[in-house]
Nanobody
Framework: QVELIEWGGELVQTGGSLTLSCVVSGLAFETYTMGWFRQTPGQEREFVAAISWRPGLTHYSDSVKGRFTVSRDNAKNTVYLQMNSLKPEDTAVYYC?????????????????WGQGTQVTVSS
């Protein structure tokens, strides 16, 4: 079975930094584009960042571009989201996704392969 386990979310102050991690088992990790999405209560899940299985290809939403960096370590089956200059509007539950499909800046999460979510809270 496929399993995605993520961690790293916590409460931080505005301007601070966090790194989220997501380890994947049960699939050929190096062949999957990995994505990060976030969701707040009452709102739809929105795309944040993704990194392709193809070397060097990344995607970011306009709201996080220049502040967040997505990376992966295929030897560890792990995808990361480095978040800098955090703002209160970044507060959300963050989810990692295996099999994200991207075309330019349009990225959609796959239906079945999601992490359990990790809460990021940014205070003033």
């Amino acid at each position: 079975q496929v399993e995605l386990i993520e961690w790293g979310g916590e409460l931080v102050q505005t301007g601070g930094s966090l790194t989220l991690s997501c380890v994947v088992s049960g699939l050929a990790f190096e062949t999957y584009t990995m994505g990060w999405f976030r969701q707040t209560p009452g709102q739809e899940r929105e795309f944040v960042a993704a990194i392709s299985w193809r070397p060097g290809l990344t995607h970011y939403s306009d709201s996080v571009k220049g502040r967040f960096t997505v990376s992966r370590d295929n030897a560890k089956n792990t995808v990361y989201l480095q978040m800098n200059s955090l703002k209160p509007e970044d507060t959300a539950v963050y989810y990692c996704n295996a099999g994200t499909y991207c075309s330019d800046n349009l990225c959609v999460g796959s239906q079945d392969y999601w992490g359990q979510g990790t809460q990021v809270t940014v205070s003033s």
